[in-house]
C-alpha cells in the first residue's frame, strides 16, 4: 500500500486548545479514506493542514513522500471541495469548471477538452452553459467536484461535501463520488460525522474523537473489531453490558428475546420494558441484570418471527458467542 500522504506527530493548538493532538495518519494511494467523528474533534482542522491553509503547531505533513509541512496550498497542487460548494455566481457551469485550467495557463483547446471531459464524468454536459443558480443543490455539488476534479489533483479533498442535499440525494452523490473516484483512481480524503455514510463509501476509515484518532482502517476491519467503547457507541453497537471478563458489546440485531437461556454465549434474565413496531422489524428493549446490576439492552428483530412478549414479561436475552465483542471502556 504506497501512502498518497502521511501526517507524522501533528498537533494544532489554538491558544490554549489542541484540535489536533500527536497524530500520526497514512492516507493510501488511490483510494477513499474518510475521516469521521463527532463535531469539534478535529475532521476540518485535519484537512486544512493536508490542504495548506493551516499550519501544524508541531510535526509533519508528507505528500507523495515529500514534506509539505510549509508548502503553501496552491503549490500543493490539490483539489477541495467545502461543505457550501461556492460556485463562481456569475460564470458558466463551464467557466466553473475551467477556472483552475486557466489559473494554472492550460491552453483554450486543453481547457475546452478538459471541461468537457469532467463534465461527462459528473453527468452534465447537457448544462454547460448554465449559470449556477439555474440549477439545483445536486447538480451545484456535481460542478464543484468537476471543478475540483479537472486541475488533476494528486488528493482530492471533501469537507462534509453532501450535507447541503436532502437525504435521498445524499446517498445517490454518494454512489457517483464512489464511482468518480473508481473511475479515476484519485486518492479522496473526505470528512463527515456520519458513520453511514463512512461505512458505505470508505476503503479506509479513520475514526477521531477530541484530537485523537481512535481507531483506522478498513470498514468491515473497525465495524467487525471497535477498539474501544466511543467507536462502538459511534458506530451503533447500543449494548454494552459487563461479564466477570470485562466490558462487552453486542449489535442489536445480534440479541435475541425469548422465554428460554440460548445454548452457549449470553443468557440474561430480564423483563420487557418497551416493544416498538417499525414495519420491517421490532425494537425490544428489555432492563437485563449483567455482572454488575441493572443495563438496558436492545434487540432488533424481524417482524416476521418475531417473539410474541409485552411490556412486563419475564424473558431471557441471549446472542451468540461469536457476536460477542470485548472492548476496552
Ligand atoms: N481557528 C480556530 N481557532 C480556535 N479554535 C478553532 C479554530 N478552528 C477550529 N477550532 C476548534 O478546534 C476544534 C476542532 O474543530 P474542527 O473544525 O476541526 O472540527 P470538526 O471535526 O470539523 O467538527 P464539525 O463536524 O462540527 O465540522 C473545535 O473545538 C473548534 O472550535
Ligand atoms: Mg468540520
Redesign the pocket.
Known sequence: MSAAAQFESVT?V??D?T??DDVDMTIPAGKLTT?L????????????MLAGY?RPTKGRILIDGTDMTRTPPEKRGLGMVF?SYALFPHMTVAENVAYGLKLRGASRAERTARVEECLALVGLEHLADRKPRALSGGQQQRVALARAIAIRPRLLLL??PLSNLDARLRVQMRAEIRRIQAETGLTVVL?T?DQDEALEMSDEMVL?RA?RIMQQGAPSEVFGAPANRFVADFLGYENFLRTRDGLVTVRPEHLLVSSSAGADGLSLPGVVADVAYRGVDLLITVVARDAEGEVTLLSDVRADGAPSVTPGDDVVVSAAASHLISIEN
Open positions: 494544532q489554538f491558544g486548545f484540535a489536533v475521516l467523528g463527532p463535531s469539534g474533534c478535529g475532521k476540518t482542522t485535519s484537512l486544512r493551516t461543505q469537507d462534509e470528512v460525522h477521531m484530537g
